[in-house]
């Protein structure tokens, strides 16, 4: 292992003023490229947030690239899924095009890792993933959605945050805020119905009794089994939400990672 090297506010995106962390430990080859896309339900939070776990992976010998994404009320769905589009186009011109690349996410990144996974074939982790988004709503027309209290959310380590069970006033009120209060993307920007044979395969992680509902990846696995899409899936005990079992799950994700983001040593001499 060699010495933690990051490189802050590289330009991914010059005309939406986009920026990423390059996270490394200085060994090489790498193992591959890790896309590490933090949450903060589509309004709040920001790559720095994410120097923890992108720190770990490197230390295993992954380059990793943590973005930022435009957020409400700057923009609104699609927009973020499109600043992802911006950074893969961006990787295919860079130094790492040859990489294999796997995502990773937690809540609202959680959904748009596995948005990747469906637009561009890729391994994605997914924890706590925004997924059930159409249908529960639909199922819960009666709960008013409320802000609550997200006063020192940036000064809070990710692992803090939503532990402490279902909020579904809350919840509400962010995935409609994503959409801007309109309900006619609801369905087409729910990740189960775009699931085909060419996905790329996911490891997906809830709490039981979390903040994210469980339907998200009961679905999300219904639909990769119907298509022949390999998963693992992996329901935590208890109610903590997204990174805040991260140490539970990091081994089980990080042999998926291995399993999945395969690299090939090409011996560019012959």
């Given amino acids: ?3 933690m090297q990051v490189k802050h506010d590289i330009t991914y995106d010059e005309n939406r003023h986009l920026t990423l ?17 933090h ?10 947030k994410d120097a923890d776990w992108a720190t770990r992976l490197a230390n295993l010998g992954y380059m990793v690239l943590v973005p930022n994404y435009r957020m409400t009320p700057d923009v609104y769905y699609p927009e973020p899924l499109a600043d992802m589009a911006s950074l893969m186009e961006w990787i295919s011109r860079s130094e790492y095009n040859q990489m294999p690349i796997g995502v990773v ?6 959904n748009m890792s596995v948005e990747m996974a469906i637009r561009y074939g890729i391994p994605a982790v997914s924890l706590s993933g925004i997924l059930d988004i159409d249908d529960w709503l639909e199922k819960h027309q ?6 609550g209290d997200t006063s020192g959310f940036n000064q809070q380590a990710s692992s803090t945050i939503n532990q402490n069970g279902a909020n579904d006033a809350f919840y509400k009120w962010f995935v409609m805020n994503y959409f801007n209060q309109r309900t ?10 775009r699931v085909t044979s060419k996905t790329g395969p996911m490891y997906l992680a809830n709490s039981l009794n979390e903040f994210v509902p469980t339907s998200g990846i009961l679905t999300m696995a219904n639909a990769l ?10 329901m935590v005990p208890g109610t ?14 990080v042999d998926f990672l291995k399993r999945h983001v395969l690299v090939e040593h090409v011996d560019l001499q012959h």
């Fill in 1 to 3: 292992m060699g010495r």
């Fill in 21 to 37: 962390d390059a996270y490394h430990d200085g060994t090489q080859p790498f193992l591959g490229l890790i896309i590490d896309i």
């Fill in 39 to 48: 949450g903060g339900g589509w309004f709040r939070g920001d790559k720095s």
């Fill in 105 to 110: 996410g937690s809540s609202a990144g959680g």
């Fill in 142 to 147: 009666d709960v008013v959605a409320a802000e």
């Fill in 184 to 193: 006619d993307e609801l369905t087409a920007a729910t990740p189960v119905h």
């Fill in 225 to 234: 089994t119907n298509v022949g899409v390999p998963f693992e899936l992996n």
């Fill in 240 to 253: 903590r939400h997204a990174k805040g079992y991260l140490d539970d799950v990091f081994d089980e994700t």
